[in-house]
């Protein structure tokens, strides 16, 4: 296994297993895997014309969420009148990362510091490691945040994954709870209710078991979103006429620097950790 340059123009590379199982990812663009190909299948939906335009935000992929997931509802920063307010989903996806190959783990290895755009919204020195492990049909990640500052932190983390889908009536679901917050009206309704408005587009957050799955019945394959508790936050997100639904696995709900419900605090030099994994499995 070794990482490629695969598109010089716009600083993609490869991490590659076999020929039939790699992920495409991008540090100059927020460290985003653009493409998964498991089992030589396209797993991930990824615009690559949007994408083109750096004026616009990534559609597709697995962008990285940090330090906030969602946005706040506060006008001006939480931090006081000496910063910036953080937007959507923070800074971690719009910022270069750096890139490596780990030998040990056989993994490909993200990594972001702290640094002066960082500190125009976050008043904090960190490191934010992801370590991608690539196996047939499975995706692995091991998230650790170091807090580097003398000061206790606050995060949050999240993972934005876009998956390709045939259609949504095609779509099945399984696994979540009776209830869930439809995050565009603020109200807690029945899940398998609002599921039915996906062609419409949603926007749902649930406390999941530590589990989120959905299946295609055309693509014949079902995908499961392994995220524990403290990250067990799941999030199903749609944006018709686009052929993809996002399943997304956070730490904390919107607004959670604000109202510090469910936000994490790495204390004073110590560190936090995550894991999550994404599963392919094929049915006939």
Known sequence: ????????DQ???VFQLDQNNYIKFCPERGGVITNWVSDGKEILYFDEKRFMDKTKSIRGGIPILFPICGNL????????????????????????????FNQNKQSLCLLLNESKKTKKYYPFDFALKIEVKLKVNCLEFEITIYNKTDTSMPINFGLHPYFNVSDYKNLEFFGYPLNCQNQQKNI??????????IHLGVDLLMYTSGKSAFRDKVFKREVTLNHSYPFDLGVIWSDPPRRMICLEPWT???NSF????????IPANDRQTFDASIQIKYFK
């Not at 296994?1 to 010089?8: A, D, E």
């Not at 910063?83 to 800074?91: A, E, I, R, S």
């Not at 604000?258 to 605090?265: P, S, T």
Request: hydrophobic share 35%; proline share 2%.
């Open 188 to 197: 807690i309704s029945n899940t398998l209710d609002e599921l039915k408005n």
């Open 1 to 8: 296994m070794q990482i490629k340059l695969s598109n010089k």
């Open 258 to 265: 604000v109202d510090g419900f469910r936000n994490i605090v």
């Open 252 to 254: 904390s709900p919107r």
């Open 73 to 100: 509802s506060t006008s001006s920063s939480v931090f006081g009148k000496d910063y910036l307010q953080l937007t959507q989903h923070g800074f971690a996806r719009d910022l270069q990362w750096q890139c490596s």
């Open 11 to 13: 600083e993609i590379f």
